[in-house]
């Protein structure tokens, strides 16, 4: 195609209006296409990247193939364009000053007075044509995180105005805002996104598309009087309306020609429209299977704000469809589970995820949930620090060692059946002692884990510091629990498995990042379909 096209994502009026949906939805449309397409996100905290952020504040922590901590947004771009995002992918305004600060300090400036501009929009310029540049994209979309307005913003927006100035019709910027309806009034209002645009062009920009969110239906006539007081054409008004899934949006973008807009105005031929028939036949199967009684499935962890388990709720929710049933994720506070409430709070539930996470706040509901799950015989699935409580419960309550723990929750334990391994230490790469990233695993054929990947060679990602102890190992498996999927540059433990039971896995890495809308994780299929099963008994 030529020289690669920049598309500016940018939000106004409020946070949360659904930029990394909409920026999601352009890229598989212009995919669709045949175009070869990728996302940035532009984060404008200052931490180095949300690994160390309270998943309370911030989500989801999202974990690349080549390890980067990134924001959940990127999540969304995977499972909606079935690409793989790198550390190049999201960067965050503690990044951009750092690596300014490290070249100043090593004298690449010679010595000049170091400021936001040029300095700091030029390395935030770098990044943005780094992907164009060095992985040859037709498109690279870049969704600038936060709200026009807000202070942090302002050098991520002079450098699109800098890029659309010096780029010309290869940049574009598509700016999403919100119409609220006033209840007392009885009417939609456009000026909040009439000060959004306002301010916007305050600083430089004047959007080229504008994507309006509402609860409500947009008349021609509120589209007409926003294009007219934006300075932007009627084709280019586009209504993003609550839809019943996420995975409407990009048919309701293109319904708009949301793509042919954008292609019309960096001087692309339109053509036909795309199909999209793999995308649509997922709807189709959803809508199908919505119709069925849901499937309830106890997702039990201790953070009880949705996006802090994203990628698990998306997971599930894939593979409900790819079963032909609709999974009801019922969450589970598992600081508040007891032996007393734990039959009352998983009654009813076709299967139960044991969660990740950090620390030794709620371990004890998550041992008390795998107990029941296991001797009650509901398939089980831990992910991450979910399959260390396993072990850990398999341990104190099969192999009768009752302190038995992980060295993160008891650093005396006796008992240490997780901890931080000497075979790790050698292959940790970035965070310390964390493993991040895709790690090779070899699964046992025959095993459950084998039979759903339909493979022995697997690769995976990872977010953790403390592992299987193999002096346990053999252990485990004369009592019942097998370790079913080793790592073979370390030999540590990936996957355990009870073959007695009907499914009862825990993975220590962390499968739900890599499940997409046209590629659901096979582990998520089967655990999805054995629950079905354990229900229809």
């Given at each position: 195609m030529g020289e690669t096209k920049y598309i500016f994502?940018?939000?106004?009026?409020?946070?949360?209006?659904?930029?990394?949906?909409?920026?999601?939805?352009?890229?598989?449309?212009?995919?669709?296409?045949?175009?070869?397409?990728?996302?940035?996100?532009?984060?404008?905290?200052?931490?180095?990247?949300?690994?160390?952020?309270?998943?309370?504040?911030?989500?989801e922590c999202y974990v690349t193939v080549d390890g980067h901590e990134a924001d959940l947004d990127l999540g969304h771009y995977e499972r909606f364009l079935g690409i793989q995002t790198t550390k190049a992918n999201n960067i965050t305004t503690g990044r951009?000053?750092?690596?300014?600060?490290?070249?100043?300090?090593?004298?690449?400036?010679?010595?000049?007075?170091?400021?936001v501009i040029p300095h700091i929009t030029d390395e935030i310029k770098r990044n943005v044509k780094q992907l164009g540049n060095k992985y040859k994209f037709d498109f690279v979309i870049t969704e600038i995180g936060g709200t026009v307005g807000d202070i942090e913003s302002l050098p991520y927006l002079e450098s699109i105005r800098q890029l659309k100035w010096e780029l010309g019709r290869d940049a574009i910027v598509v700016h999403l805002t919100y119409v609220p309806y006033l209840a007392a009034a009885g009417e939609l209002k456009t000026k909040p996104t009439q000060h959004s645009v306002k301010e916007l062009q305050s600083a430089g920009i004047q959007p080229d598309i504008l994507?309006?969110?509402?609860?409500h239906q947009l008349s021609v006539n509120l589209r007409k009087k926003v294009?007219?007081?934006?300075?932007?054409?009627?084709?280019?008004?586009?209504?993003?309306?609550?839809?019943?899934?996420?995975?409407?949006?990009?048919?309701?973008?293109?319904?708009?020609?949301?793509d042919a807009t954008i292609l019309k105005k960096m001087g692309l031929p339109v053509g036909d429209t795309p199909g999209l028939g793999p995308w649509r036949s997922f709807l189709e199967r959803r809508h199908k299977a919505e119709q069925k009684p849901a499937l309830h499935i106890a997702l039990v962890g201790k953070y009880d704000l949705q996006d802090a388990y994203k990628s698990i709720r998306e997971a599930l929710s894939q593979a409900g469809t790819y079963n032909d049933r609709k999974v009801e994720v019922d969450f589970v506070n598992s600081e508040k589970l007891t032996e007393d409430n734990v039959a009352e709070a998983l009654k009813d539930k076709a299967g139960v995820l044991i969660g990740p996470g950090f620390g030794e706040r709620g371990i004890p509901g998550k041992l008390i949930a795998a107990k029941y799950a296991?001797?009650?015989?509901?398939?089980?699935?831990?992910?991450?620090?979910?399959?260390?409580?396993?072990?850990?419960?398999?341990?104190?309550?099969?192999l009768g060692l009752a302190d038995a723990n992980s060295r993160e929750m008891d650093a005396k334990t006796p008992h240490n059946v997780i901890d931080i391994m000497e075979e790790q230490k050698s292959i940790t790469n970035m965070g310390g002692t964390m493993r991040l990233g895709a790690y090779e695993c070899v699964l046992r054929p025959g095993s459950k884990a084998c039979e759903a990947y339909g493979k022995e060679h697997i690769q995976e990602r990872h977010r953790h510091r403390y592992e299987f102890n193999n002096q346990y190992r053999e252990a485990f498996e004369a009592a019942g629990m097998q370790c079913v999927g080793i790592n073979p540059e370390s030999d540590l433990v990936e996957v355990?498995?009870?073959?007695?039971?009907?499914?009862?896995?825990?993975?220590?890495?962390?499968?739900?990042?890599?499940?997409?809308?046209?590629?659901?994780?096979?582990?998520?299929?089967?655990f999805v379909k054995a629950a079905i099963e354990n229900e229809a008994k």
């Open positions: 994502v940018t939000g106004g009026v409020a946070s949360s209006l659904g930029k990394g949906i909409i920026s999601s939805s352009i890229g598989k449309l212009l995919q669709a296409r045949g175009y070869n397409v990728t996302i940035q996100k532009f984060d404008p905290y200052i931490n180095i990247d949300p690994g160390t952020l309270n998943p309370y504040e911030h989500g951009i000053y750092k690596s300014v600060i490290d070249k100043e300090r090593r004298g690449d400036y010679l010595g000049k007075t170091i400021q994507v309006l969110r509402a609860e294009a007219q007081f934006c300075n932007v054409d009627e084709d280019a008004v586009v209504q993003s309306i609550d839809a019943p899934t996420i995975y409407e949006v990009p048919i309701l973008m293109q319904e708009q020609k949301l296991r001797e009650h015989d509901i398939p089980t699935f831990g992910i991450c620090l979910g399959m260390q409580c396993i072990a850990i419960e398999f341990a104190r309550n099969v355990v498995e009870i073959p007695a039971l009907k499914w009862y896995i825990g993975t220590q890495f962390h499968p739900e990042y890599s499940s997409t809308v046209l590629h659901p994780h096979p582990l998520f299929l089967s």
